[in-house]
């Protein structure tokens, strides 16, 4: 079946760093790729997401390209601050039919930047 | 536009007992998911309705179940409540679903059992 994986965390970064936080995915389809964040005691939310291949999702500094070629979908960030520390989660929904709205997380990767 | 919202945020049952979780999805939106989040299983499907309908279903047992109301506010109930569903339990809306639609998360409810 579908899945995903997203590198092990903890990432611990310093304020102004690069960030690279990788994850690739297997589907049978034409999945649409997202990544969310969760910060701590809440819910989650929307970062950046691309529908198709070699789409570029960005938001708020960050950027994924969708590579159908290598099945990932990167999270990149070129300067993090302490305000990015959160859990970053890449996530797959079959984008096929239409019918459906099941999303596919990977673990998560605990980002923490120090000041 | 007010987000999602889910009640109650927090819970604490004993094992054995039943629970009803309940989610308000962004007004217009008219699908509602559910998902399972916990440290071992991560974030897990449980299922997808739409107008009232299930549309999709994870991977978990029967004591899980759901419904959805015309008002496309939806709710969510375990019965016989076992240790392993200590979890939070997130509510996501999009407009119609289909999966190139953002889902729009709610804060999530904190469920433990005892």
């Known amino acids: 079946g579908d899945s995903v994986t997203q590198m092990e965390g903890p990432v611990t970064l310093s304020e102004e760093a690069c960030l690279t936080i990788n994850c690739t995915y297997t589907a049978t389809g034409y999945p649409s790729l997202f990544w969310y964040v969760q910060y701590p005691g809440e819910g989650l939310q929307l970062l950046l997401k691309?529908?198709?291949?070699?789409d570029k999702g960005s938001n708020k500094g960050f950027e994924a390209t969708y590579r159908k070629e290598t099945t990932s979908f990167h999270l990149e960030k070129g300067s993090v601050q302490v305000s990015d520390s959160a859990v970053y989660f890449c996530?797959?929904?079959?984008?096929?039919?239409?019918?459906?709205?099941?999303?596919?997380f990977g673990t998560g990767t605990l980002l923490a930047v120090q000041p | 536009k007010a987000g999602v919202t889910q009640t109650p945020r927090y819970l604490i049952k004993t094992r054995g007992q039943q629970v009803t979780l309940s989610c308000s999805p962004i007004?217009?939106?008219?699908?509602v998911s559910w998902y399972q989040q916990t440290p071992g299983q991560g974030l897990q499907f449980l299922f997808e309705y739409f107008s009232e309908t299930q549309r999709n279903k994870g991977n978990f047992p029967g004591r899980f179940s759901g419904r959805q109301f015309s008002n496309s506010r939806s709710e969510m109930n375990v019965s016989t409540l076992e240790l392993g569903d200590s979890a939070l339990y997130l509510c996501a809306s999009s407009f119609q679903g289909g999966g190139q639609e953002t889902q729009y998360f709610g804060p999530g409810t904190r469920l433990l059992v005892l």
């Open positions: 996530a797959l929904s079959d984008r096929g039919g239409g019918a459906t709205n099941k999303l596919i």
């Open positions: 007004s217009g939106h008219r699908s």
């Open positions: 691309a529908t198709k291949a070699d």
